[in-house]
């Protein structure tokens, strides 16, 4: 669902949190928020339900557990289209102080239509300066417990105390601190696994002459065959054997059309037992037989 993560940063911004508006909210079906821009930041966490959510153009399809932030200034919009209400509880909140912050209204208006002496409400986007990309969505490795701290946000700000300013900068505080924690091992973990997944792939590509085996690559690799299997299909959509399979009839293919060698040489040279076990697999893949390819090469 997100963009790379190039750049984590150590954040020395100067951060002053403000509260906006933190409530439970149910959007039933059918009932969507067309686009818009906000003067202010807004996080929203999907407890319930499912949604198509559209950021500046791109589209999101929202699950129960998955965060979505949303900028200033940033278009977008949500559309409730499965059938089901969506439980958004969600937080509109600024990072920095600005004297105008009690002023400032949630927008439901496109950016066209906000006048022009209200576009100085609009908030510095720093989110960048933190984590760069920053991720619009992602999904939280501990999705309960962000759920409960987003809770005790709008627990606060419903039931306020003597000190509530206190309380909610500190509530926030720590929401903020585990969020960029969960988007950083998120993207770490998504970088090892891309990893790994490149060299199942580069291992699998370098033995296209010869019959290969999910236990060829534990031991080569020192993985075990589920985690191969699952990462890989994850990376690339198609389990590694399969992927492999692919390799030499591919290879194959390229031996037909370009060289003269029998065909039972070249079931030899990628690694088939025989001519039958070749043919088979060639026309299972390729949707025609080695032989009928060789004779519309001639």
Same mark, same amino acid.
């Given at each position: 669902?997100?963009?790379?993560?190039?750049?984590?940063?150590?954040?020395?911004?100067?951060?002053?949190?403000y509260i906006r508006r933190a409530w439970y909210n149910i959007l039933q079906p059918n009932e969507d928020i067309k686009e818009r821009v906000i003067y202010d930041y807004e996080l929203l966490?999907?407890?319930?339900?499912?949604?198509?959510?559209?950021?500046?153009?791109?589209?999101?399809?929202?699950?129960?557990?998955?965060?979505?932030?949303?900028r200033p200034r940033q278009k977008h919009a949500i559309y409730v289209t499965y059938g089901e209400r969506l439980v958004q509880p969600?937080?509109?909140?600024?990072?920095?102080?600005?004297?105008d912050r009690e002023l400032v209204p949630i927008s439901y208006d496109d950016l066209?239509?906000?006048?022009?002496?209200?576009?100085?409400?609009? +908030?510095?986007?720093?989110?960048?300066?933190?984590?760069?990309?920053?991720?619009?969505?992602?999904?939280?490795?501990?999705?309960?417990?962000?759920?409960?701290?987003?809770?005790?946000?709008?627990?606060?700000?419903?039931? %306020?105390? +003597?000190?509530?300013?206190? +309380?909610?900068?500190h509530l926030f505080f720590r929401l903020w601190e585990q969020l960029l924690e969960e988007m950083t091992y998120c993207e770490r973990a998504s970088r090892a696994k891309g990893s790994v997944s490149a060299a199942i792939k580069m291992f699998i590509e370098r033995n296209d002459s010869r019959?290969?085996?999910?236990?060829?690559?534990?031991?080569?690799?020192?993985?075990?065959?589920?985690?191969?299997s699952r990462i890989f299909k994850d990376s690339y959509?198609?389990?590694?054997?399969?992927?492999?399979?692919?390799?030499?009839?591919?290879?194959?293919?390229?031996?037909?059309?370009?060289?003269?060698?029998?065909?039972?040489e070249i079931a030899i040279a990628t690694g088939?037992?025989?001519?039958?076990?070749?043919? +088979?697999?060639?026309?299972?893949v390729e949707?025609?037989? %080695?032989s009928a390819l060789r004779r519309t090469k001639r």
């Open positions: 669902m997100n963009a790379a993560i190039n750049d984590i940063k150590n954040s020395d911004i100067p951060l002053c949190p966490f999907v407890k319930e339900g499912k949604a198509r959510i559209e950021i500046e153009g791109n589209q999101y399809e929202a699950q129960q557990g998955d965060l979505f932030i949303f969600h937080i509109h909140f600024d990072l920095q102080y600005s004297p066209d239509d906000i006048p022009s002496d209200s576009k100085s409400w609009f +908030r510095s986007d720093i989110l960048d300066d933190f984590i760069s990309p920053f991720p619009s969505c992602f999904h939280p490795k501990e999705p309960l417990y962000v759920e409960q701290m987003i809770f005790d946000i709008i627990h606060a700000v419903s039931y %306020p105390s +003597r000190f509530n300013e206190i +309380r909610l900068a019959k290969l085996s999910l236990s060829d690559i534990e031991n080569t690799l020192h993985f075990s065959g589920s985690y191969v959509g198609v389990s590694p054997m399969a992927y492999h399979t692919m390799m030499r009839v591919h290879k194959a293919k390229g031996m037909i059309q370009f060289t003269n060698m029998p065909l039972n088939f037992d025989s001519i039958q076990d070749f043919s +088979r697999v060639y026309k299972k949707g025609v037989s %080695p």
